[in-house]
């Protein structure tokens, strides 16, 4: 029995050892300055400093990665959650959204941040810092409303 549970945990080790060599793309796609949110609407400071402690992580293309997602299997999870991420909403692809989506988005930012699904709890463990305030979400919620009213309907 001793024999099965050491050879159980060997082989543990070295399967973490070998997906140590399987690395996600931990690199952000180019951004371009006239797709980017801050270009097409009017973000005031305070609006600006939540999205970038608690959104632009995962909802750019400007992704800082922490260390720890040189750590396999943590990085696999992160880097998926950053491809959701974006392609749920992009900051840094605003400018290509329709006025339709942009609306659309807008009221989510809203939505999910009353409801506290976002930022994703998983992110708040190593970023307790992102956690959102009761005013860090009324301050996005007038600043969405506002903006949702400035974007022309469509026909």
Request: glycine letters at 4%.
């Amino acid at each position: 029995m001793k024999f099965i549970v050491k050879s159980l945990v060997g082989l543990i080790f070295i399967a973490i050892a070998v997906i140590q060599f399987i690395r996600p793309n931990l690199s952000n796609p180019p951004v371009s300055e006239s797709k980017r949110i801050e270009h097409s609407i009017e973000i005031p400071s305070d609006v600006q400093a939540i999205l970038n402690r608690s959104c632009k992580d995962c909802h750019s293309n400007e992704t800082i990665y922490p260390w720890y997602s040189n750590v396999q299997p943590i990085g696999w999870f992160v880097t998926d959650h950053v491809e959701e991420g974006r392609r749920e909403l992009n900051f840094s692809e605003w400018g290509g959204y329709s006025d339709s989506r942009k609306r659309r988005k807008l009221k989510q930012i809203c939505e999910q941040a009353e409801s506290g699904e976002m930022p994703l709890p998983s992110y708040l463990i190593m970023h307790p810092n992102a956690k959102l305030s009761v005013n860090d979400v009324k301050i996005l919620c007038e600043w969405t409303e506002k903006e949702i009213q400035r974007i022309p309907e469509e026909k």
